[in-house]
């Protein structure tokens, strides 16, 4: 199964069943965090989403929160929806793989929600430095997707980035 | 007597003009979670960075822990702060402490 093409009409990604349902899930996870940012405060994933702009002085990064978190959630979430909307409309679906062709806009939009996606699941599993280590089923099952989100991140990138 | 408070005001003034001339930066901060590969697309996308620039001030991030990546206006920095936070880097702006 190659994963990616170059087509004229985008990039083309090919994934299995099971990772076209895990990161469609994943992406609808991320879309819900953020439209519930309001009632949430001090949760680690969307602090790290949504961070301070400016270090030691909480009154300009209130205000700076206050004039930009609206518009930076707006768009976190219409990046993670089209990730979702791509993987439900898919066209082509046969022998339990899904392709999903994604134009210059699509395929940037992708890049930058995995890569949140990567953010908020590193925040859930506490990773602070490269030696992490899961631990139990749940911990390893989410560090599994975090690496495998990784891996889809660098294949996209480098079809994007010629 | 004049003349001293009028020399007074005249540095009051200049060091005044100095602090309003100094610019604001903005900084991207090192994290465990972003790949090298893509902070360095980010720089070049967003920056119009050079490939070996934008390689050079993420190395920069990865190794001193943070890295300059703009230096300006404050209201400029702002939307660049505001940018990096949307492609998922750790980014603040501050006076240019230098």
Request: hydrophobic share 40%.
């Amino acid at each position: 199964m190659k994963r990616i093409k170059i087509t004229p009409a985008g990039v083309r990604l090919t994934l299995n069943e099971a990772e076209a349902e895990t990161l469609a899930s994943v992406a609808e996870q991320l879309a819900d965090l953020l439209g519930g940012v309001e009632g949430r405060i001090g949760d680690p994933a969307l602090e790290r989403l949504l961070p301070d702009g400016y270090r030691d002085n909480s009154v300009d990064a209130e205000e700076f929160r206050h004039y930009t978190q609206t518009d930076l959630v707006d768009e976190k979430v219409a990046a993670a929806r089209t990730i979702v909307d791509a993987l439900s409309a898919r066209t082509d679906r046969s022998k339990g793989t899904v392709r999903v062709v994604l134009g210059p806009t699509d395929a940037i939009a992708w890049l930058r929600s995995i890569n949140d996606i990567r953010l908020a699941l590193a925040a859930r599993l506490g990773i602070v430095d490269e030696n992490f280590r899961p631990e139990g089923d749940d911990e390893s099952y989410n560090f599994a997707i975090y690496v495998w989100l990784g891996q889809l991140q660098f294949v996209l990138l480098h079809a994007v980035d010629r | 007597m004049t003349d001293t408070l009028e020399r007074t005001n005249e540095e009051t003034d200049l060091r005044t003009v100095v602090e309003l001339d100094r610019p604001w930066i903005t900084l991207v901060w090192n994290d465990p979670v972003n790949e090298m590969t893509y902070v360095t697309w980010v720089f070049k996308t967003y920056f119009g960075f050079s490939p070996a620039e934008a390689r050079k001030r993420m190395l920069q991030v990865h190794t001193e822990g943070k890295a300059v990546v703009a230096t300006g206006p404050r209201e400029e920095m702002e939307r660049h702060v505001y940018a990096m936070h949307g492609y998922g880097l750790w980014a603040t702006l501050q006076k240019d402490d230098e």
